[in-house]
């Protein structure tokens, strides 16, 4: 099998356009097949609050009615994701954006969970990894942007770390597959005030205790939840690194935070 690394980039390093330009850097550096997830929540956050729409999270999801829509698919489809394609370009990675509607790449439904109305917000029904295979095949990069459809011609905002997990284990099918999620912090640290108290490895069983130490919170849970929900499923290997240092993690230098499985019954 070939090997495919997956990588998603989330929102603090996007918004910040020298970190985002070192890790479009970092990332031209890795060698074979790869494909781009970025998120863009906080940009959304800043462009509806500029034209008075006030964001509303729920579990780690933005509850998407029609303006808010608009609103994300102006962000994640158009802004964020175009500004990335063009800098890769710029620095010779022939990219192509896409959302899970072009090319019928990722289909979703509307969210129904307990009596939350999300709105316009997508889970993951079916990912096209053949065709995502075919633009790999040409030697395109994909980048997709959080966004998903239905079939019936809505689009849908889905959460870039379930979207970059769910990618993932759809091409572990044909690839033997690595899937890092990069942020702004070295990896999943014992101390969350303590940059450098990286952990080198974490186990689900080392998770649920951090978890309920407090040490491990916020949009780690879901991130993590969605990390060791592809390593269950086919992917091989599964990172959490510094958006600088994806290179390095990549070819298994150390950094970051790797997961593993662990000894479960
Ligand atoms: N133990 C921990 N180690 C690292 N980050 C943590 C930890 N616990 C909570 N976090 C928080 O998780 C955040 C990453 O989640 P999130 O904001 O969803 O990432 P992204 O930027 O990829 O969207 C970090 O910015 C940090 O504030
Ligand atoms: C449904 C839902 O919540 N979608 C996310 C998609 C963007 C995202 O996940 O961005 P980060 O990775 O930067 O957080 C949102 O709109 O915030």
Do not use: W
């Not at 956050?45 to 729920?58: F, R, S």
């Not at 129904?112 to 079916?126: K, L, M, P, S, T």
Request: charged fraction near 20%; charge should be neutral.
């Amino acid at each position: 099998m070939k090997s495919l690394i997956i990588i998603k980039i989330g929102g603090n390093v996007i918004d910040n356009p020298d970190a985002l330009k070192q890790f479009l850097t970092s990332f031209r550096g890795i060698y074979g097949h790869k494909i781009l997830i970025h998120g863009g929540g906080k940009i959304a956050t800043q462009v509806a609050e500029k034209l008075g729409i006030q964001t509303t999270m729920v579990d780690g999801r933005r509850i998407t009615d029609q303006p808010m829509l608009d609103v994300v698919t102006m962000v994640y489809g158009g802004l964020v994701n175009k500004q990335i394609v063009a800098q890769l370009q710029a620095i010779g990675v022939d990219a192509i954006g896409l959302t899970g509607a072009d090319g019928n790449t990722v289909l979703s439904k509307k969210r129904a969970v307990g009596n939350i109305d999300y709105g316009f917000v997508g889970d993951i029904e079916e990912v096209n990894s053949g065709q995502i295979q075919y633009f790999i095949r040409q030697n395109l990069v994909p980048v997709f942007a959080p966004l998903t459809y239905d079939r019936s011609g809505s689009l849908l905002n889905t959460n870039a770390d379930t979207m970059a997990s769910a990618i993932a284990v759809d091409m572990a099918i044909r690839n033997e597959t690595t899937l890092v999620y990069c942020f702004e912090k070295k990896g999943v640290l014992a101390d969350p005030n303590n940059e450098d108290s990286v952990l080198a490895e974490l186990t689900p069983e080392s998770y649920a205790n951090y978890k309920s130490q407090g040490v491990i919170s916020k949009g780690m849970i879901p991130k993590l939840d969605n990390a060791f929900s592809a390593l269950e499923k086919g992917v091989r290997k599964v990172i959490i690194c510094h958006a600088n240092q994806v290179a390095e993690a990549v070819s298994g230098s150390g950094v970051g935070t790797v997961l593993s499985l662990g000894t479960q019954e």
